[in-house]
């Protein structure tokens, strides 16, 4: 079973190299991408020939579609290294396995075809999530775009792309090369697919979903992106786990858990790692 690691990080370079050192595989399995705003040297300076360092950096802003064209750099950057993989894990700079990478290889190598992303027609869910895709967002700015997008509604609603359901579900995702490669092929062939995510709210939620849902890869959707993730309250931004969720961790059927921060709690790491290598 062999596996492309995508990472998507921005800060915390030393957590980022415990999740390398966890992943433990040659760099030509591990591709990474820094966000542009970050100064890469001390990144550089820590992972130096543990992992691939993607050159096409996009600046990324939280919700736009920045985050796609990181995501799809990554993908494309791990196709062009000639690498034949049988799985596309992606992750972000603040992840780390809460069981052993071995344990997990093993687990797609046993369910071999399984696609494993969080999937669901958004036609079920609440209607603001509706607001992702009815407005056009245009700018980086939050606070701008919701502005603008409230108005623009008034006189026009943005229908779903070809007034087919979109799919929605967290951002990480362990996909088989098989469905990443018709990924790339679809969006080769359907550039219209790419400007219409470009002004939609959080495209990373439902750009991959979307395309998957109405693929021949459906069936095989486990609706399970294999993390263990909690939000605090209603913000968008997921729990640090700490020495104290330990049991959490341990108990959970998830093979990664986000987020992780060793200013925080680095005992919570150093637990992890131990009981991956026994």
């Known amino acids: 079973m062999k596996v492309a690691y995508l990472i998507l990080a921005h800060a915390r370079p030393a957590m980022l190299k415990e999740l390398v050192a966890a992943i433990n595989k040659p760099q030509e399995m591990i591709f990474v991408h820094i966000d542009q705003k970050a100064e890469m040297r001390p990144f550089e300076e820590l992972l130096s020939g543990q992992c691939t360092f993607i050159k096409q950096r996009e600046r990324i802003s939280w919700g736009t579609f920045s985050i796609v064209r990181a995501t799809l750099n990554l993908i494309q950057a791990a196709l062009s290294g000639g690498g034949q993989f049988d799985y596309y894990c992606l992750l972000s700079g603040c992840d780390y396995p809460v069981k052993s990478i071995p344990a997990f290889e093993a687990c797609l190598a ?43 509604r008034l006189f026009y609603k943005r229908k779903p792309y070809q007034n087919k359901p979109l799919f929605y579900g967290s951002q990480w995702w362990t996909l088989t090369g098989e469905c990443i490669k018709y990924i790339m092929g679809f969006i080769a062939t359907h550039p219209d697919y790419l400007r219409y995510f470009k002004y939609t709210h959080i495209p990373d939620e439902m750009f991959f979903q979307t395309i998957i849902a109405h693929s021949p890869f459906s069936d095989k959707v486990q609706n399970d992106n294999l993390r263990c993730i909690e939000f605090e309250g209603k913000t968008p931004h997921p729990k640090v786990w700490r020495m104290a969720d330990k049991e959490t961790l341990i108990q959970s059927p998830a093979y990664f858990a986000r987020k992780f921060d060793l200013s925080i709690d680095s005992g919570i790491v150093e637990f992890l790692k131990r009981r991956n290598n026994e």
Do not use: V, W
């Open 110 to 152: 046993a369910h071999s075809g399984n696609e494993y992303i969080r999937c669901r027609d958004m036609a079920g869910l609440p209607p603001k999530f509706k607001k992702r895709y009815t407005g056009l967002f245009l700018f980086e700015n939050k606070k701008l775009n919701f502005g603008i997008t409230k108005i623009q």
